[in-house]
């Protein structure tokens, strides 16, 4: 089974805007996969979709070979995601945020609090744990929105524009660290509008533009091509 599978994905918003024209698109699992594309091309939308944070106007989603019409919440445990604005309380303490969320996924307290000291730790933020989020640096609050998306171990990750707005040393150790996941086993599929980013990190890649897939090949290719 591939790790995401959409079949004629469209969206058009309130406005009559038409964000995707019919989108299909493969994910096999273990991949790390970038979706491309400049501003306004349907890249967070198509991410909103997978993780149901907005509705679709036709067309079929399947993670982990489960269509999310039929049984969302199996294919929600499958997801950690980890959306461009930061969602978190802003006046709750790190550690309390990031413990919290293994909550909603019925992980014992203990083993919560475990969960949350290692995604803490591998990110960087143990020694912010009991500061309020909002006291975070932009590139810190990125890092906590990871550590509470992977604190139920989730089988794919998805992340929009990760490192938009975070300075190049940062940005390198969270690439390092998406590889390391990547490496363990987690299929990881983000967003992003540089290239440079996605050559990277990335063995699989989708281009869109305006809606449409334009390209969907191998990194290797890709690179061969320009
Ligand atoms: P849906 O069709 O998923 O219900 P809506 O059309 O109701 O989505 O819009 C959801 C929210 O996005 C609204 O609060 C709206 O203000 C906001 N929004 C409207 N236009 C844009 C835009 N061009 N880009 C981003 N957000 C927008
Ligand atoms: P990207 O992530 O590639 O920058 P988006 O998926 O955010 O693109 O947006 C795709 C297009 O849909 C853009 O033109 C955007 O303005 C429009 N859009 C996004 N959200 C809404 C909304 N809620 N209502 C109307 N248009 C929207």
Redesign the pocket.
């Known amino acids: 089974t591939q790790a995401l599978s959409i079949r004629g994905l469209k ?5 009559g ?1 038409e964000a995707l024209k019919g989108i299909d698109l493969d994910v096999e699992q273990g991949d790390f996969f970038a979706l491309l594309g400049p501003n ?1 091309a349907g890249k967070s939308t198509t991410l ?1 979709i997978v993780s149901s944070l ?2 679709k ?1 036709a067309g079929s989603v399947k993670i982990l070979g489960v269509d999310i019409d039929q049984d969302f919440s199996k294919a929600k445990r499958a997801l950690g995601v980890v959306p461009q604005e930061f969602n978190f309380n802003q006046f709750e303490k790190v550690y309390d945020i990031v413990v919290c969320q293994a909550g909603y996924y019925g992980i014992p307290r203990v083993e919560a609090k475990q969960r949350a000291e290692h995604y803490l730790k591998e990110l960087g933020l143990w020694d912010k744990r009991h500061s309020a989020a909002r006291m975070l640096s932009g590139g810190m609050k990125r890092r906590l929105m990871i550590a509470r998306a992977l604190v139920h171990d989730p089988k794919i990750l998805i992340l929009d524009e990760p490192t938009a707005g975070v300075d190049i040393e940062l940005r390198r150790s969270m690439w390092e660290f998406m590889k390391k996941i990547n490496a363990q086993g987690t299929t990881i599929i983000l967003t992003t509008h540089y290239l440079e980013e996605a050559e990277n990190l990335c063995r699989n890649i989708a281009i869109i533009d305006k809606g449409e897939i334009v390209q969907n090949t191998n990194m290797k290719s890709l690179l061969q091509q320009l």
């Open positions: 969206k058009v918003y309130h406005n805007f306004g909103g907005v509705n106007s």
